[in-house]
């Protein structure tokens, strides 16, 4: 029987964390040799930075600005805890190395192409849900010709969380008994899914943001696991002889 999938994008389908997370080991080690304090190390820079960004997307969903926003204020925060003034042009230089962050080549997952392909194949009617500003999403999806698969049944929402997505699967009309959610984000792609009574897979990534990793805490109504690999979806779908 042909089935909904809904596809998250960013390190779904696409890398992103490898990125973010390199743009904050650059960002840390910048801020350990401005301040060359025992206080301000690499570990303690990245644990601010990060509660600093998780507020700033828990207040108002996912903007670029966030990103090199959490970087300004982690250095505002140690130059105020060592008494060192604020300087004008180190805040602008943090802003434009987090900025960075959104202008590298979009880079498919392994399997990304083989695994599209065959669930189309397989007759399913695959949907296309990411968060974050529509700009920078758009190029990601053209950068990697996505409409191929997904067509016009792309959303793109600032915010991703429970009610976000029960809003879009009433919406469009998606019959839940045969509708799957596939993401690596427990928070944003799977415990919605969980809540909206939909099908889950977790796609779990080697290097996850703290942001995503949260308790399942809502029991499924339908099926719900995990893989390591897009490879592994298609066989999900076909059943049993």
């Not at 029987?1 to 779904?12: N, R, V």
């Not at 409409?147 to 991703?160: G, M, S």
């Not at 993401?183 to 939909?198: F, K, Q, T, Y």
């Amino acid at each position: 029987m042909s089935q909904q999938i809904l596809f998250d994008l960013d390190d779904t389908l696409i890398y992103c964390n490898r990125y973010f997370f390199r743009t904050i080991d650059r960002f840390a080690h910048q801020l350990v040799n401005r301040f060359n304090d025992p206080s301000v190390t690499l570990d303690a820079v990245k644990a601010k930075q990060s509660e600093f960004d998780s507020e700033l997307i828990g207040q108002s969903g996912f903007k670029s600005e966030h990103f090199p926003q959490s970087f300004i204020e982690t250095y505002v925060h140690f130059a105020d805890l060592l008494g060192v003034a604020v300087s004008s042009s180190e805040k602008d230089s943090l802003w434009k190395l987090g900025m960075e962050v959104y202008a590298h080549e979009t880079e498919p997952y392994p399997y990304m192409e083989e695994t599209l392909q065959q669930l189309q194949h397989q007759g399913h009617e695959l949907h296309l849900y990411t968060g974050g500003e529509h700009s920078i999403q758009l190029r990601k999806i053209h950068d990697m010709d996505l409409k191929r698969y997904f067509d016009d049944r792309i959303y793109i929402r600032q915010v991703k969380n429970i009610s976000a997505l029960d809003e879009l699967l009433t919406e469009h009309a998606f019959e839940r008994s045969r509708t799957w959610m596939i993401g690596n984000s427990i928070r944003n792609d799977i415990v919605p899914a969980l809540h909206a009574g939909i099908h889950a897979i977790h796609v779990e990534v080697p290097d996850e943001w703290n942001y995503n990793i949260i308790q399942v805490d809502v029991k499924p109504k339908g099926q719900y696991f995990s893989v390591q690999s897009l490879q592994q979806i298609p066989s999900t779908f076909v059943p049993a002889i």
